[in-house]
């Protein structure tokens, strides 16, 4: 069974950075494209960042500061995000791609605020 746990998520200034990590445990991790959705109290969850066979897309919100990357010997996702603005404020999931197997994990939590 195939499960997702994100971390590295925290308080940043307007304008800092995070890296949030996805470990994956279960499934064949080479096959699988992977994306970082995000989820506010009052929004949807929405797709950030997708990794598909080499090609990734992003969000227009996030396009030139938030980076998806993958490590496959570590089995790990990650998303850089860059120069943060306080509306990048949300839980941060991650999930395979194109098929969503496993569970939602318990998500990493983001706030950026001065």
């Known amino acids: 069974q195939v499960q997702l746990v994100e971390s590295g998520g925290g308080l940043v200034q307007p304008g800092g950075s995070l890296r949030l990590s996805c470990a994956v445990s279960?499934?064949?991790?080479?096959?699988?494209?992977f994306r970082w959705y995000r989820q506010t109290p009052e929004n949807e969850r929405e797709v950030v960042a997708t990794?598909?066979?080499?090609?990734?897309t992003y969000a227009d919100s996030v396009k030139g500061r938030f980076i998806i990357s993958r490590d496959d010997p570590k089995r790990a996702v990650y998303l850089q995000m860059n120069d943060l603005k306080p509306e990048d404020t949300a839980v941060y999931y991650c999930?395979?791609?194109?098929?969503?197997?496993?569970?939602w994990g318990q998500g990493t939590q983001v706030i950026v605020s001065s």
């Open positions: 999930a395979t791609y194109p098929v969503r197997y496993g569970s």
């Open positions: 279960g499934g064949i991790f080479s096959i699988f494209g």
């Open positions: 990794l598909n066979k080499g090609s990734t």
